[in-house]
C-alpha cells in the first residue's frame, strides 16, 4: 500500500482526466464567447474558467472527499430514492440523451462535413456517426485500458494538435479584437460564468472523478487523504491545459471577427483559423483535433453509464449496456447538432443546480456532521428553482405560454431572489437553507450532548 505516487502517475491521470473533459462543447463555446465578447474577452473568458473548470475540478474533489464508491451512494445521502433518480437522469444527459450524441454530431459538422458535398450531408452524418460509435463501442468493451487508451495514445495527439494552432494565433493574430456583441457589452463576466455551464463539465466531475479515484486506487493508493491529494493534483493537469486551451480558443475567436465576421457558434471560427494558418493541411488537422477530442469524450461517457446501469440493473450485461447506450446515441446524433443543444438546455437548467448544491454540501457535511436533514433542506430549496427553470426554459425553446401556475411563481422569483436574472437565483437560498438546517442540528445536537452529561452526572 502507498499513499504517494510519482509525478509521472499524476500526470498520466491528468492527461487521462483532460481527454474525458475536453470534447465538443469545449471547442466550440470558448471560440463563439471570444468572438461575442470582443474587447470585454478577459471579463468573459474568467466567468467562464470559474464554471468551466473550476467546478469540474470541485467535482472531483468532492468524490475524493465525500469517501463514497459512487454517485449514487453520495447523492443518496439525500435519500436512496434521490440518490438512484438523480444519479440516473445525469448519467442520461450527460450520455446516450445529449452529451455523447453531441460528441458524434460535432465531429461531423466540424471534422468532415467541410469535405462533403452539400446534396449528401444528411447520408454523410449517418455513415459518419456509425463508424464513430463503433469506435466508441469498441474502445469501452476494454474499460480496463481506459488509462493507456485514452491517456497515452488519443490525449497526446489531441494536445500537440492543438497547441500548435494556438502558438499561430498568439505569434500572428487573424486581426484585431473586435466589439462586444449583445450581453457581453455589459455583465461579460455573468454571461461568461453561464456560458460555461454549456460544457456539462460539472456534471460530468461527478461521473469521472470515480474514473479518476478507481485508477489511483489501482496504482496502490487507498487511504482517504492519499486518494483526495492524487486527486487534486491529477485534477490541477486536467484543468491547466484546459485554461491555456480555453483562453487560447477564446483570444482566436475575439480576433477572428475582422477578418470572418460573426458566426452562429465557434465551429467555423476554428475551421476558417486553421485553412487561414495552414491552408487544406489546417483544415485536415482541425478535422482531426475535433474527432479525437470527441471519441475520448464519447469512450468515458459510454464506460461511465454502461458500469453504472450493469450496477443498478445487473442481469444486464455491461456489454450489453454499452452497445444499447450507442445505439441510442447514434440515432440521437442524426437529429442534429441545434436539436441536440437546444433540448439540453431545460435539462441542463434542472440539473446543474442540483449538482453543484450536492457539491457544496458534500464540503460543508462535517460541519453538521453528516445530517440528512441538511441534505434534504438544501436539496428541496435546490429544487423548487431548478424545477421551475426547467419548466420556463422548456416553454420558451417550444414558444409556448407559461402555464398559468407557471407565470406567478417565476413572477414571485424575479422579483424576489438576487442574481435569478442571470441564471443563479438557487445560490442564496440554499446557502440559507444550509445555514439554517445545519445551525438547526447543531444545536440540536448540543442540547442532547448537554442533557446526557447532565443525566450521567445525576447517577
Known amino acids: 500500500m502507498q499513499n504517494k505516487l510519482p509525478f509521472s502517475r499524476y500526470f498520466i491521470i491528468g492527461v487521462m482526466l483532460f481527454a474525458l473533459f475536453f470534447g465538443a462543447g469545449n471547442l466550440i463555446f470558448p471560440a463563439g464567447l471570444g468572438q461575442m465578447a470582443g474587447t470585454n474577452i478577459w471579463l468573459a473568458i474568467g466567468g467562464f474558467l470559474i464554471t468551466g473548470i473550476g467546478l469540474p475540478f470541485l467535482g472531483i474533489l468532492a468524490m475524493g472527499v465525500s469517501g463514497s464508491k459512487n454517485l449514487q451512494e453520495l447523492a443518496g445521502r439525500v435519500h436512496p430514492v434521490y440518490g438512484i433518480i438523480f444519479t440516473s437522469l445525469l448519467y442520461l444527459t450527460i450520455g446516450p440523451f445529449f452529451a455523447a450524441p453531441r460528441t458524434g454530431a460535432v465531429a461531423y459538422d466540424i471534422g468532415i462535413a467541410p469535405f462533403v458535398g452539400g446534396g449528401f450531408g444528411q447520408v454523410g452524418l449517418i455513415v459518419f456517426t456509425c463508424v464513430f460509435f463503433i469506435v466508441t463501442l469498441w474502445f469501452s468493451l476494454n474499460p480496463a485500458k481506459i488509462v493507456d487508451n485514452v491517456g497515452k495514445i488519443l490525449s497526446p495527439g489531441i494536445i500537440i494538435l492543438i497547441f500548435v494552432l494556438l502558438v499561430m494565433v498568439i505569434v500572428k493574430p487573424v486581426g484585431s479584437i473586435g466589439v462586444p456583441q449583445a450581453s457581453y457589452a455589459n455583465g461579460a463576466f455573468m454571461k461568461g460564468l453561464m456560458e460555461g455551464y454549456n460544457t456539462m463539465d460539472a456534471l460530468a466531475s461527478l461521473v469521472f472523478g470515480i474514473i479518476v479515484i478507481n485508477a489511483i486506487r489501482s496504482m496502490g493508493v487507498s487511504s482517504t487523504r492519499g486518494i483526495l491529494l492524487a486527486s487534486a493534483k491529477s485534477g490541477i493537469v486536467a484543468v491547466v491545459f484546459l485554461g491555456i486551451i480555453y483562453v ?97 438546455i431545460p435539462v441542463l437548467m434542472l440539473l446543474y443546480p442540483l449538482a453543484v448544491a450536492l457539491m457544496l454540501l458534500t464540503f460543508l457535511s462535517k460541519l453538521f456532521n453528516h445530517s440528512r436533514f441538511v441534505y434534504v433542506a438544501a436539496i428541496t430549496v435546490t429544487f423548487m428553482i431548478s424545477l421551475i427553470d426547467g419548466l420556463k426554459t422548456f416553454c420558451q425553446l417550444l414558444e409556448i405560454e407559461y402555464f398559468g401556475w407557471l407565470k406567478l411563481i417565476v413572477t414571485f422569483y424575479e422579483k424576489s431572489l438576487p442574481l435569478y436574472h442571470d441564471g443563479l437565483g438557487w445560490l442564496l437560498p440554499v446557502l440559507i437553507a444550509i445555514v439554517i438546517s445545519g445551525s438547526i442540528v447543531r444545536v440540536k445536537n448540543f442540547s442532547a450532548t448537554r442533557f446526557k452529561n447532565k443525566t450521567e452526572g445525576a447517577h
Open 248 to 344: 487560447g480558443i477564446a483570444y482566436l475567436g475575439a480576433t477572428s471577427t475582422e477578418a470572418f465576421g460573426l458566426f452562429d457558434t465557434g465551429g467555423p471560427v476554428l475551421g476558417m483559423a486553421a485553412s487561414y494558418y495552414f491552408g487544406t493541411l489546417g483544415t485536415v488537422m482541425l478535422s482531426i483535433i475535433i474527432i479525437l477530442a470527441c471519441l475520448t469524450t464519447s469512450i468515458g461517457l459510454m464506460t461511465a453509464c454502461g458500469e453504472y446501469f450493469h450496477t443498478l440493473f445487473p442481469k444486464v450485461s455491461y456489454k450489453m449496456w454499452v452497445a444499447f447506450f450507442s445505439l441510442v446515441s447514434f440515432i440521437v446524433a442524426n437529429f442534429g447538432l441545434s436539436n441536440i443543444i437546444h433540448f439540453s
